[in-house]
């Protein structure tokens, strides 16, 4: 059973997980190295910190550490 108080609360979880994804997304469209491997673990380094944020994002409900803010600037 989901009410609406739950519902709230997965999307404010959703968020700063789909921002971190799309950050990914967007670097992995751009970087010749992230593009051309399957997995997100075998892109650049870059890619691999953008990946590691996302999961933790996922995972933890996202608490970003300031490296992560400034990956988003
Ligand atoms: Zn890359």
Same mark, same amino acid.
């Given at each position: ?12 979880? !959703? ?6 994804? =799309?950050?990914?997304? !967007? ?10 491997? &399957? ?5 650049? !380094?870059?890619? =691999? ?5 996302? =999961? =933790? ?7 970003? &550490?300031?490296? !992560? ?5």
């Amino acid at each position: 059973m989901t009410g609406p108080r739950v519902q709230a609360a997965v999307r404010q979880a !959703e968020l700063p997980m789909l921002r971190a994804y =799309r950050l990914w997304f !967007e670097h992995a469209r751009k970087c010749a190295a992230c593009k051309r491997v &399957t997995r997100a673990n075998d892109g650049c !380094e870059n890619g =691999r910190g953008l990946w590691d944020a996302y =999961r =933790r994002a996922y995972d933890g409900g996202a608490q970003l &550490t300031p490296a !992560e803010r400034m990956v988003d600037q």
